[in-house]
């Protein structure tokens, strides 16, 4: 995967450690709610990871008063480990051509981008949380000023909006806006909002049009092949039902059988609002 040598454990970029202990975080780690995100039709949460319950730090395994917290050597840390982005599934809107649980996309978006080795989602796991099961995907510091169309004009950021484009083909993404593309400090784009997508239904709404007509990369091209050619990991096809789980290798085959990024022909497969 493409992710920068740092091993900064207290980085809150996602790529700045391993992906497989991010995940351990976010499984594990007590949550503490720090607000509602705006601009979300769903009940979205900021929330901070700790090791434990940071109201209630232990010293040599009593519990104190929070008043009276300060360092503790042996005890857990009451630093924060991260940010996460939290969706609740009792906060999901209903949507009539979407089946319930849209939080399990989340989840199965970054298990394809892992299962792919394109490292485009951020760590995202299911888990229960203050509001219920959701999901839970590590936060992204990054520069919200910037969006698709403001990236699309650095020549080097092109390859990895390839890579990004490709993705949502295949992922059948339904709301890849400006706004849901991320570039973090080490310049590594990242997709977020990934609910909308896998349907089994031809249902693609996305602003990355603007490779259409070029040769699908090679590297992108050996990462499908791969797909293809053997069975779904299963932590993902068990996210999927039978139908999906075609349609995600019926298009990956599709893709790598056109061999070039495709035109929309109808000029109506974006999202709206664009950004």
């Not at 570039?183 to 784009?189: A, F, T, W």
């Not at 990242?190 to 990369?217: Q, S």
């Not at 091209?221 to 069975?231: F, G, I, N």
């Not at 932590?235 to 035109?263: G, I, K, V, Y």
Request: glycine share 6%; proline share 9%; charged share 30%.
């Amino acid at each position: 995967m493409s992710v920068p040598d740092s091993t900064d454990p207290d980085s809150h970029e996602p790529g700045s450690t391993d992906p497989l202990e991010i995940e351990r975080r976010l499984a594990t780690a007590h949550l503490d709610v720090r607000g509602r995100m705006p601009w979300s039709s769903n009940v979205t949460l900021l929330v901070e990871l700790y090791d434990c319950d940071p109201s209630e730090q232990t010293v040599e395994g009593e519990a104190t008063d929070p008043a009276d917290r300060g360092p503790v050597d042996d005890g857990p840390s009451v630093e924060p480990l991260g940010r996460a982005v939290y969706k609740p599934h009792r906060g999901e809107q209903p949507l009539w051509d979407f089946p319930d649980g849209l939080y399990r996309r989340e989840v199965a978006a970054y298990r394809l981008s892992r299962a792919l080795g394109w490292d485009v989602v951020p760590p995202t796991v299911e888990r229960d949380g203050p509001f219920g099961p959701g999901s839970l995907q590590w936060f992204v510091d990054a520069d919200f000023d910037q969006h698709y169309f403001t990236m699309l004009e650095d020549d080097a950021l092109h390859d990895q909006l390839r890579r990004l484009c490709a993705f949502d083909l295949v992922a059948n993404s339904t709301d890849r806006k400006g706004g849901h593309v991320l570039v973090d400090g080490h310049g590594h784009l990242w997709a977020i909002d990934n609910g909308l997508c896998l349907h089994a239904e031809v249902k693609l709404r996305t602003v990355i049009w603007d490779f259409a007509g070029e040769p699908l990369p090679a590297d992108l091209a050996d990462d499908l092949a791969r797909l293809v050619e053997h069975p779904l990991p299963s932590d993902l096809a068990d996210l999927l039902d039978p139908f999906e789980r075609d349609a995600l290798q019926a298009r990956a085959r599709a893709l790598l059988t056109e061999a070039r990024f495709p035109h929309d022909p109808t000029g109506r497969r974006v999202p709206w609002p664009l950004v």
